[in-house]
């Protein structure tokens, strides 16, 4: 079974548009990581924010901003005020660290083109 | 931050042939992990390289096909051996620095077979 499911596979919005990824992960475990990582065109992996099950705070970093909701087993990542620069696949993953040692989980990435 | 660097960054090779990918990082690593994407598709884990010692696969992925070494704390190598049309991927190599911390990729290695 799928553990991180990111259901959106591609999204289009207008430059400065607040655009939101959503995530759905599963796991048993009481103990885990999720995570986001962004690719653009050029194909590196870039880390933007790891959060660990017992931390339910929501996060912003800039226009970045991360909603963790255990209930409903998301972590859906908001971009306000979208750039041209924000185009890119976003991977969102799970770790059951230590439980599966350090086996990364992906999903199969949203594809985000912001048009100027 | 440390620099993560992959060789080559991208080759086209011919079928039945073998090439082989190293990962460098300018600092000590804990645990290095070798990541295949195929196009269009998420990652998946080829393998954890293991310092002095085999490396670990996943479900699906063995020896023959893809060995790996790790000599020391920075280095590693990932071997694509007998390439056919479908290896056809970018091959990324990942590292944990201390402890338990979000992994950090390489570039990639984009891979294509005619």
């Known amino acids: 079974a799928q553990k991180v499911t990111q259901a959106q596979t591609e999204i289009s919005v207008v430059e400065k548009e607040d655009v939101t990824l959503d995530c759905v992960y599963e796991?048993?475990?009481?103990?885990?990581?999720l995570f986001w990582y962004k690719q653009p065109p050029s194909g590196e992996l870039v880390f933007l924010i790891r959060?660990?099950?017992?931390?339910?705070q929501n996060e912003i970093s800039g226009r970045y901003s991360w909603n963790f909701q255990k209930s409903t087993s998301s972590f859906n990542f908001t971009i306000t005020a979208s750039q041209v620069v924000d185009s890119a696949v976003y991977f969102c993953?799970?770790?059951?660290?230590?439980?599966?040692?350090?086996?990364?989980?992906f999903g199969t990435g949203t594809s985000l083109t912001v048009i100027p | 931050s440390a620099v993560i660097s992959q060789k080559p960054s991208r080759d086209i090779c011919q079928r039945g042939t073998s090439l082989t990918i190293q990962c460098q990082v300018d600092?000590?690593?804990?645990?290095m992990f070798w990541y295949r994407q195929q196009p269009g598709q998420s990652l998946t884990l080829i393998a954890t390289?293991?310092?002095?010692?085999?490396?670990?696969?996943e479900s699906g992925f063995v020896i023959d096909k893809f060995p790996i070494s790790r000599p020391n704390l920075t280095f590693s190598t990932l071997t694509v051996s007998n390439m056919s049309p479908e290896d056809s991927s970018i091959y990324l190599c990942?590292?944990?620095?201390?402890?338990?911390?979000?992994?950090?990729f390489g570039d990639g290695t984009r891979l294509s077979i005619l």
């Open positions: 990942s590292v944990e620095f201390k402890g338990f911390q979000p992994q950090h």
């Open positions: 600092s000590q690593v804990t645990m």
């Open positions: 959060r660990n099950s017992f931390d339910e």
């Open positions: 796991t048993r475990d009481t103990t885990y990581y």
């Open positions: 390289a293991n310092q002095g010692s085999e490396a670990t696969y």
């Open positions: 993953a799970l770790s059951e660290f230590p439980h599966t040692g350090n086996q990364f989980y």
